[in-house]
């Protein structure tokens, strides 16, 4: 599996991105996408889980993103989207994809900068 993020960029705080990860691959025309999730890397700390949705739709954020950031997917598009609404200068950091596909596949990553 092939994930392809995009969406990131340079904004100032209060404002909004959105990411987008395309997955691709000839395994995809046999298996369905479970879960899907954001993670992002912030300067000087370890990898974090920023949101996930599965299959089904359910959804999970960390407490941080909560009520600021929506997850979402587009199940015939292989696609999963992060709404990033209210950016904070600490949101900064490199956003990853990642999909279970039978096992996991990370992105390339995605850098996310938010200005005081």
């Known amino acids: 599996v092939q994930l392809q993020a995009s969406g990131g960029g340079l904004v100032q705080a209060g404002g909004s991105l959105r990411l987008s990860c395309a997955a691709s691959g000839s395994i995809l025309s046999i298996f369905s996408i479970n879960a899907m999730n954001w993670y992002r890397e912030a300067p000087g700390k370890r990898r974090e889980l920023v949101a996930g949705?599965?299959?089904?739709?359910?959804?999970n954020y960390a407490d941080s993103v909560k009520g600021r950031f929506t997850i979402s997917r587009d199940n015939a598009k292989n696609t999963v989207y992060l709404q990033m609404n209210s950016l904070k200068p600490e949101d900064t950091g490199v956003y990853y994809c990642?999909?279970?596909?039978?096992?996991?596949?990370w992105g390339q990553g995605t850098l996310v900068t938010v200005s005081s």
């Open positions: 949705i599965t299959s089904s739709g359910s959804t």
């Open positions: 990642n999909v279970f596909v039978r096992r996991q596949y």
